[in-house]
C-alpha cells in the first residue's frame, strides 16, 4: 500500500520551533517530489515547500527564511524544520507526492495531515 504519513505537529508558542516528519512507503519514490501543503482554519488549502529527489527546492514566498525542507532518499522520508513561528502558521499540514521535480495543487498522494497550533 503506498501512503504518506505524516508526525511532529503539536502547540507550540509563537517564535517556537517544530519539525515535522512524512514517510513514504509502498513503492521507489525516485523521481517524485515530496513536500507539503497547509490548511489554516476556515481557508483554502496551500503550498508550502517541496524538494524533488534531486534536490530542487521550492517554497512559498511566506515561509522562506523561517522554514527548511529536507529529504533522505535512504528513509523515502521529508522534514520540515519550522523556525519563529507565527500565529498565522496554524493550519493542518499535509504532506504530499507527485512524479516529477515541482508538486501542482492535485498530487497524487496525500498524508493524512497533522495539526500544527501556534499560540500568540
Known amino acids: 500500500q503506498v501512503q504518506l504519513v505524516e508526525s511532529g505537529g503539536g502547540l507550540v508558542q509563537a517564535g517556537g520551533s517544530l519539525r515535522l516528519s512524512c514517510a513514504a512507503s509502498?513503492?521507489?519514490?525516485?523521481?517524485?517530489?515530496l513536500g507539503w501543503f497547509r490548511q489554516p482554519p476556515g481557508k483554502e488549502r496551500e503550498f508550502v515547500s517541496g524538494?524533488?529527489?534531486?534536490?530542487?527546492?521550492e517554497y512559498t514566498e511566506s515561509v522562506k527564511g523561517r522554514f527548511t525542507i529536507s529529504r533522505d532518499n535512504g528513509k523515502n522520508t521529508v522534514y520540515l524544520q519550522m523556525n519563529r513561528l507565527k500565529s498565522e502558521d496554524t493550519a493542518v499540514y499535509y504532506c504530499?507526492?507527485?512524479?516529477?521535480?515541482?508538486?501542482?495543487?492535485?498530487?497524487?498522494?496525500w498524508g493524512q495531515g497533522t495539526q500544527v497550533t501556534v499560540s500568540s
Open positions: 509502498g513503492r521507489t519514490f525516485r523521481g517524485y517530489v
Open positions: 524538494i524533488s529527489s534531486s534536490g530542487i527546492i
Open positions: 504530499a507526492t507527485q512524479f516529477g521535480t515541482t508538486l501542482s495543487n492535485e498530487p497524487e498522494l
